[in-house]
């Protein structure tokens, strides 16, 4: 898997979980350790992203 292609992925995810995450909140009976959990792997998806990002932007044969 290409490095753009896993960003794509990643980003892909980051995005269905924050339609879950809206999804929850307009739910009366929200579930607040649901939301947590889902909250969580959103930041971890997107530090990942940001990751990777920088590795590709930052590698040697890039910049010269």
Do not use: F, W
């Amino acid at each position: 898997m290409s490095r753009e292609t896993h960003l794509a992925a990643l980003g892909q995810r980051h995005d269905a979980l924050d339609k879950e995450i809206t999804k929850e909140l307009a739910h009366p009976a929200k579930d607040e350790v649901k939301l947590a959990e889902m909250k969580r792997r959103k930041l971890q998806l997107r530090m990942k992203s940001r990751n990777c990002s920088a590795t590709v932007y930052s590698h040697p044969a890039l910049n010269s």
